[in-house]
């Protein structure tokens, strides 16, 4: 009897749990459907030389495609570009200017924070491809930039032609920029002002207290922004599309593009597939830098 007991004792935990767990069911099969499977198709698709057009079969080739993008200058190139588009328009400029907007919005009066608020959420809320065509006309030759530049006495260029990839860096700040704003906005908010007067009577001036309280304070704030910011930039496409197409040559081409040309411009969608497998490692690898950031106490 003393057996039987502990082994129904035993047992409740065991049911309850599978009980608990019931609910997350459907959300796990549908994940598991709609997410894990094409990845793991995607995976499959990479050692394989499918291709849109000219083939019946596909054959499994192994490592192929990986060696033989990184034996492409393109492909380098597309690499080199997508991290000096991320380090430009994300790790600096959108983090660099959304925490100057929230801590200027934060000393501002009611109807400066209104009308500024809007205007940069208004840029974040634009389709892709309606921002890409607004920036396309602001830095073209006849463009905006240049009117405005002769208009001061300055000389214009045509920067899609001469610096693409800053044009197109400056692009998805103006337009992402509000993210970084709204997650500062609401970090500063946190910061208790009994620790910034404190501050201030101790006779910190604002770049100390910046150095000193307020970044180490939303310190948390900041990886979170700089990981989901990274994230979204790495997969930034329709944007770069719209006002370059990766070009003057490749000058703009970023992994996306470098990508998409391969997998169906040029049909081949298994090497195509293996360079946006090779976009997700890069991204693993940005989230696994950022988390271990989090995890350390400053």
Known sequence: MGRRTSAGRGSRPVGRSALRALPLAPATIVMGLFLAGPIGYCVYLAFTDL??????????????NFTAAFRDDAFLNAVRLTLVFTFLSSVVGQNVLGLALAALMKRASK??????????????VLPEVVAGFLLYAFFRREGTLNALLDWLGLPGQNWLYTLPILAVSFANVWRGTAFSMLVYSAALDEIPTEVTESAEMDGANGLRRLWHITLPMIRRSIGTNLMLNTLQTLSVFGLIWVMTRGGPGNRSQTLPLYMYEQAFQKSMIGYGTAVALLLLVVGSLFSVVYMRLLRTEA
């Open 111 to 124: 109807p400066v924070r209104t009308v500024t608020g809007a205007v940069v959420v208004t840029a974040w």
């Open 51 to 64: 291709q849109l057009t000219g083939q019946a079969h596909s054959s499994f080739v192994g490592f192929d």
